[in-house]
Every structure is written in C-alpha cells, then in structure tokens.
C-alpha cells in the first residue's frame, strides 16, 4: 500500500503533547455529572451558617428592645418620669400608713415628683401633732386628723395656688373626708377631694360619702383616696352611685399587692373624677408603704391654630349664603 509521506515536522491532533493530555483531562472530567457548588468553601458552609445565626441572634439579644409579641404598637402607661416632666397641674396619692415617721421620706417624693396637689391617706396624725413638724417647703397643709386607730387624711397643696377647705369631715370607724377648693383663675375653680374609708366600715359610710361630694359635683372634681373597695371588682351598689354622680374611677392597674402572692393585688386606692377625658393616671412603686404611689394629671392637648376670616371683605351674596348654610333656626332673620 502506498502511502505519501509528509515533508515537515509532525503535527498532533491537539498541538504538543501536553496539550493534548490536558484536552483529555478536560473531556473526561466533563462526562461526569458535576456537584452543585454554591462557593468554593461548600465544605465549611454549615459551620458559616451556624455562626452566623448565633452572632445575630446575640445582637438582638443584647438590644434590648426585642418585642416578645410583635404586632401593633400599644400605648404605654405614663411613668415617673412622664409626671415630673408634665407641663400642667399634677395630682398624687400616697396611703402612707403613718405619716410622722415617714416624713422625711414623703418630703423627698414630693421635691422629686414635685406634684401640685398630694393626697395622704392612713396619716395617723393626732391633734397634738403641729403642721410645722409635718411642713414641707412651697407646701401648705390641710389635715382631718383621725378619731379611732388608723385613719386620716392630709392634703398638701402648693403654696402658689389659691385654695381654702370648703369641707372637712370624720366620722369614727366610717371615713375622714377632706374637700377643698382651688381657684386656678377668675372664671376657673377646681374641687379635690381626699377619703379614706376603713375596711371594717359599715355599708352606710358609702350614702354619706355621696350626700357630701354632691353639692360639689358643679365643677371639675377630682377625689383621691383609699376607699377599701376592690375597683377590679367594683361592686354593683358602688358602680351605681358612681354612675348616678357621673364619676368615673380612672385607676387601671392594682395598687396594692399580696406579699405572699405577688400576682394577686387589689385597687383599692382611687381617682374619681367628672371629667375622665381629660386626665391620665399612673401608678408606680414607692417605699412609703405597701400601697402603691398613683398620680393623675391633664393630658396633652395640641392648640388647633384658627384663620380669621374678614366678612367686610366679602360680598353681601356670599356671606349671606354661607350663613344660611350653618346650623341655627333664626340666623338671618335680621337681614
């Protein structure tokens, strides 16, 4: 057989010979089904995942804001701190339960708190106990001292306000009822009310207690104390004499607990009011006794900004035609 021999050097099929085995090496590797690889480290991606998981999870943690249930945002109650930043008027109780030993104590609440009006219930005081063992600076003082063991009430009232008792009241092992009058303008009066009333009083102190507060009911009336009543569970002949003088008990949230049960209290220590709109309350923890602290003040209302409209600069038409349209039988009977 004849064969024609090439004149030149030989040429492989892929170049040189290293080529050739390199193109080999390719071609066997591409018959096999390649591993997915998502990176080139596929090895240590679990470990990377882990780690990673556990460093966010310690960021949240050490926030310190995670929300255990997340959802739409609720409003919070106002705290110590939102009552000494208020910018109005500003009530507080306290069953003190003995105030002559606990003075100084109650002196730095209210240059802390710095209330305007502070009710004491349980004051413990006698007649022989001057007001200037029991002054406090800016403070004047009204008492209705006790007649039995325990009882009394105190109220202090800052000095920059006008204000006078207008009643004072005590009727032994029934309550200790102390109202007065705050004259906040020319126009403008306040009522507030101190009570306290024994667990072991007779179911005829609650009449007496309405036939009191009544006549004083005119104005914006505000009544701070420790009526023994469970307002958690506010019995059906006391909701119906509040209702019957439009007064609501605006106190949410227990305000004396069990110390052998934490999670059982009772709201024993109130805040009526005519005009429960315009106040909120808190209640937070104090040292003074077992009861806690509440406090009540005006909320926060934005003034709306009015434009004044010129009717001489409207045509006699229009302005005719806009006060046809407002409410009110007879209000162009003079055109």
């Not at 009522?191 to 914006?220: G, N, Q």
Request: charged share 20%.
């Amino acid at each position: 057989m004849y064969t024609e021999k090439r004149v030149g050097p030989r040429i492989e099929p892929c170049g040189t010979p290293k080529e050739a085995a390199r193109y080999c090496h390719i071609f066997y590797h591409a018959k096999k089904s390649a591993p997915f690889i998502l990176c080139p480290q596929r090895s240590r991606r679990p470990v990377l995942i882990a780690f990673s998981r556990t460093i966010i999870l310690l960021l949240l943690c050490s926030a310190g804001d995670v929300e255990v249930n997340p959802g739409l945002a609720c409003p919070q109650a106002p705290s110590f701190v939102d009552f000494c930043d208020r910018k109005s008027l500003g009530f507080m109780h306290v069953n003190i339960r003995s105030l002559l030993p606990k003075f100084v104590l109650l002196t730095a609440l209210a240059h802390s708190a710095n209330p305007d009006v502070l009710a004491v219930s349980e004051s413990w005081l006698r007649k022989a106990t001057k007001n200037s063992e029991i002054s406090i600076p800016n403070y004047n003082i009204f008492r209705q001292d006790r007649t039995a063991k325990g009882e009394g009430v105190a109220v202090y009232c800052r000095d920059s306000l006008q204000s006078n008792v207008i009643l004072s009241r005590s009727i032994p092992k029934q309550f200790e009822l102390l109202i007065l009058k705050i004259t906040l303008s020319r126009n403008k009066s306040l009522t507030v009310a101190a009570c306290y009333r024994p667990p072991s009083a007779p179911s005829c102190a609650l009449d007496t207690i309405c036939e009191l507060i009544a006549p004083h009911l005119a104005s914006e009336f505000v009544l701070l104390g420790d009526l023994n009543w469970d307002m958690l569970n506010t019995p059906a002949v006391l909701q119906s004499k509040l209702d019957a003088l439009n007064l609501t008990q605006i106190i949410k949230g227990p305000t004396r607990y069990n110390p052998k049960s934490v999670n059982k209290g009772t709201l024993i220590d109130v805040i009526l009011t005519n005009w429960p709109s315009k106040y909120t309350s808190a209640v937070f923890n104090q040292d003074l006794s077992d009861h806690c602290t509440h406090c009540l003040y005006p909320l926060r209302i934005h003034s709306q900004t009015t434009t004044p409209h010129h009717c001489q600069t409207l045509p006699k038409t229009l302005l005719l035609a806009g006060l046809s349209n407002r409410p009110g039988p007879g209000i162009l009977e003079g055109y």
